[in-house]
């Protein structure tokens, strides 16, 4: 998915609110808790690997409908985590296998 638009959700430490393209032509919402990791403006234009095919989840009010991909690790005993992006010529909505 590519991202459109990337904002913080109010009143939440932790929540970003992505607005993607998924390929499919229909707008969707995604939430994802890595505000701590990352910076909404960051993330826009990015190609990001997400699941899409889950029912939605009403978190803070807002309907998230798929789940972001990320790796969490330890780097110099520092807890890191890494959003899983892919090379920007991957289409929206292209087929993991």
Not at 34 to 42: C, D, G, L, Q, V
Not at 52 to 57: C, D, I, S
């Amino acid at each position: 998915m590519k991202v459109l638009e990337c904002e913080a959700v109010p009143k939440s430490k932790k929540l970003l609110k992505f607005k993607p393209d998924d390929g499919s032509g229909e707008p969707r919402t995604i939430l994802s808790g890595i505000h701590a990791y990352y910076e909404p403006e960051a993330l826009v234009g990015k190609t990001c690997i997400a699941i899409t095919n889950l029912p939605p989840r009403a978190m803070m009010g807002i309907e998230s409908c798929g789940m972001l991909l990320s790796a969490l690790h330890k780097e110099n005993g520092e807890e890191k985590l890494q959003l899983l992006m892919v090379d920007p010529h991957i289409p929206a909505g292209a087929k993991l296998y």
